[in-house]
């Protein structure tokens, strides 16, 4: 089945820690993007790539880093410098930016910083 | 300010109601997204509309862009516990494409049996 998988679900780490979030998605799809979602805050954009070896700060990309070395993975790096890291993290993709289509999402990883 | 609008905030129904879910913007909107999110889940894509005036159904669940392209409605015939959940929508604010969406607070459904 297609789709896009993110791990772990749950994740700790202590405060001055950089941390990895996982994303692969096994649609071909040219963009993906990273999200966070804060409690009465909606979705706001991280990063996101459009092609492999490319990709461009989104609204809220202090403390963060992202590298796309192949397609079908877009790893997301919360590093010591995010002041408020403890959130729910989604990635998503879409097949192209042409024209609309379809953005999936993943299941999300929530981060907690102790 | 926030560019997507979503009202109401949040919504408890009884079993069997329909109800509508607003999203508004001040810009036109070229591609709107629907989802719905089950809390602490990902996102479950639900429609997507382009075209003013476009509707379109997935089981008991009616989207429609309206002619102006700066409102679309969420429609639930009928509701059920299992439509309970947030329901976000997301645009693009740029014609024949866009780099990234933006996306609504979110309007969080209650159905009681």
């Known amino acids: 089945d297609g789709g896009i998988t993110q791990s772990p679900k749950y994740l700790f780490r202590k405060e001055g820690q950089n941390v990895t979030l996982s994303c692969e998605q096994n649609l071909n799809h040219d963009a993906m993007y990273w999200y966070r979602q804060d409690p009465g805050q909606g979705l706001r954009l991280i990063y996101y790539s459009q092609i492999v070896n490319d990709f461009q700060k989104g609204d809220i990309a202090e403390g963060y880093s992202v590298s796309r070395e192949k397609k079908e993975s877009f790893p997301l790096t919360v590093t010591s410098a995010q002041k408020n890291p403890t959130a729910f993290y989604l990635c998503a993709s879409m097949a192209g930016l042409a024209n609309y289509n379809e953005q999936f999402f993943g299941p999300g990883t929530r981060l907690t910083v102790l | ?113």
Do not use: R
């Open chain 2, 1 to 113: 300010s926030q560019e997507l609008e979503q009202s109401p905030q949040s919504l408890i129904v009884q079993e069997g109601k329909n109800l509508t879910i607003n999203c508004t913007s001040s810009k036109t909107l070229y591609g709107l997204y629907w989802y719905k999110q089950k809390y602490g889940e990902g996102l479950i894509f639900l429609m997507m509309l382009q075209k003013g005036g476009e509707e379109k159904s997935h089981e008991k669940i009616t989207a429609k862009l309206d002619e102006k392209k700066q409102q679309s409605s969420l429609h639930i015939t009928a509701s059920q516990p299992s439509h309970a959940g947030i329901y976000l929508c997301g645009a693009g604010l740029e014609a024949g494409g866009s780099e990234k969406l933006v996306f609504g607070k979110g309007t969080k459904l209650t159905v009681n049996p």
